[in-house]
């Protein structure tokens, strides 16, 4: 089959330009130069129509740039982004803007990402009304459908998002990206700033939309509880690059690559006794610097010298199960 969304060999540096000081340094004879974060190194991802697809990783590890390319919000430095098999370069503007807006995205921060000066019913109506997704005259009504899909009582939508609880910003966004008519809804940490009982029903609202609207989802979170609950597949990151990918049940139950071992480790669980939390080995290093060899290495209890200067191969180790590590060699 092929995926409905494919990323190939992605890579994202962010550059920040010298400022005038170490430019007039760095002509006087100073080594300055410009500051570079390696934001993702090659990464290669697909999700396949209807799929619930979980990132997850420590923050930092490039799970929010991906999510962004991945929604074209923001260009890969390098690497190709395919629609149902198609470049979504290559397209012409009218197919391109088309393919673009299958794909929508729900943001972690559901107030900075909705305009404080509208309403409620213009949040959510602007995009069709522009893209002529429906008629002007029905947006009303359209609009009041969207917000009872959502558990919004229609009653509010003249109302600003201050006026709002979280939770009910939240379903807001959910809404707007819903009124495109998407096929597939990039989740940025969508219910990461909510209460616990708050994120069990905005959990629950994301399954039920996707039976109703038969929606894909990449759904980006660093709370694997909230991942094994939600995803198919499961894919995670460490400092700009995929380790490990398999399907939830599989990941979950036989974790192949030492960095998901280790946070599988400390995901809180009712029949493990009390214990004192222990975290990660060392720091994560700098995006700007990324060590050689194994991203890993630094913090891996079974570090050896050919993780230090080798990249390990993303292979798979069992059906459907990739991960990239050394050690799979030695078996």
Same mark, same amino acid.
């Not at 209807?50 to 991906?66: H, I």
């Not at 009390?274 to 050689?292: A, C, L, M, V």
């Given at each position: 089959?092929?995926?409905?969304?494919?990323?190939?060999?992605?890579?994202?540096?962010?550059?920040?330009?010298?400022?005038?000081a170490a430019?007039?340094?760095?002509?006087?004879?100073a080594?300055?130069?410009?500051v570079v974060?390696?934001?993702?190194?090659?990464?290669?991802?697909?999700?396949?129509e209807g799929?619930?697809?979980?990132?997850?990783?420590?923050?930092?590890?490039?799970?929010?740039?991906?999510?962004?390319?991945?929604?074209?919000?923001?260009?890969?430095?390098?690497?190709?982004?395919?629609?149902?098999?198609t470049?979504?370069?290559?397209l012409?503007?009218?197919?391109?803007?088309?393919?673009?807006?299958?794909?929508?995205?729900?943001?972690?921060?559901?107030?900075?990402?909705?305009?404080?000066?509208m309403?409620?019913?213009?949040?959510?109506?602007?995009?069709?009304?522009?893209?002529?997704?429906?008629?002007a005259?029905?947006?009303?009504? #359209?609009v009041?459908? +969207?917000?009872?899909? /959502?558990?919004?009582?229609p009653g509010? *939508? %003249?109302? @600003?998002?201050?006026?709002?609880?979280?939770?009910?910003?939240?379903?807001?966004?959910?809404?707007?990206?819903?009124?495109?008519?998407?096929e597939?809804?990039?989740?940025?940490?969508?219910?990461?700033?909510?209460d616990?009982?708050?994120?069990?029903?905005?959990?629950?609202?994301?399954?039920?939309?996707?039976?109703?609207?038969?929606?894909t989802?990449?759904?980006?979170?660093?709370?694997?509880g909230?991942?094994?609950?939600?995803?198919?597949?499961?894919?995670?990151?460490?400092?700009?690059?995929?380790?490990?990918?398999?399907?939830?049940l599989?990941?979950?139950?036989h974790?192949?690559?030492? #960095?998901?071992?280790? +946070?599988?480790?400390? /995901?809180?669980?009712?029949?493990?006794? *009390? %214990?004192? @939390?222990?975290?990660?080995?060392?720091?994560?290093?700098?995006?700007?610097?990324?060590?050689?060899?194994c991203?890993?290495?630094?913090?891996?209890?079974?570090a050896?010298?050919?993780?230090?200067?080798?990249?390990?191969?993303?292979?798979?180790?069992?059906?459907?199960h990739?991960?990239?590590?050394?050690?799979?060699?030695?078996?």
């Amino acid at each position: 089959m092929t995926p409905l969304l494919q990323l190939d060999n992605i890579t994202k540096n962010f550059v920040r330009p010298l400022d005038l000081a170490a430019r007039i340094a760095r002509f006087a004879g100073a080594d300055t130069h410009e500051v570079v974060v390696h934001a993702l190194d090659d990464v290669s991802l697909a999700v396949t129509e209807g799929e619930v697809v979980g990132l997850a990783g420590e923050s930092g590890c490039g799970k929010s740039t991906l999510g962004r390319i991945a929604a074209g919000i923001l260009a890969p430095t390098a690497g190709t982004r395919l629609w149902r098999g198609t470049d979504i370069a290559a397209l012409t503007p009218e197919a391109r803007r088309a393919a673009e807006l299958k794909i929508q995205m729900v943001f972690q921060d559901s107030y900075a990402s909705l305009n404080p000066r509208m309403r409620v019913a213009d949040i959510i109506g602007e995009a069709p009304r522009v893209h002529g997704i429906d008629a002007a005259d029905d947006i009303d009504y #359209y609009v009041d459908q +969207l917000m009872e899909k /959502v558990g919004l009582d229609p009653g509010f *939508r %003249r109302r @600003f998002p201050h006026q709002f609880s979280g939770g009910q910003r939240a379903r807001i966004g959910i809404a707007r990206a819903l009124a495109v008519k998407p096929e597939l809804l990039v989740c940025d940490e969508a219910v990461a700033a909510l209460d616990v009982s708050i994120q069990a029903q905005v959990l629950n609202l994301f399954m039920q939309l996707r039976a109703d609207f038969n929606l894909t989802y990449l759904f980006i979170s660093h709370d694997l509880g909230v991942v094994e609950h939600l995803a198919d597949r499961v894919v995670i990151m460490y400092l700009g690059r995929v380790v490990e990918m398999a399907p939830a049940l599989e990941l979950f139950r036989h974790a192949n690559h030492p #960095y998901t071992q280790a +946070l599988l480790a400390e /995901v809180p669980t009712l029949d493990k006794r *009390r %214990r004192d @939390f222990t975290p990660i080995k060392g720091e994560i290093p700098s995006p700007i610097e990324p060590p050689p060899g194994c991203h890993f290495h630094p913090r891996c209890p079974h570090a050896m010298e050919r993780c230090r200067v080798e990249k390990p191969a993303f292979k798979e180790i069992a059906p459907g199960h990739w991960s990239a590590c050394h050690l799979n060699d030695q078996r």
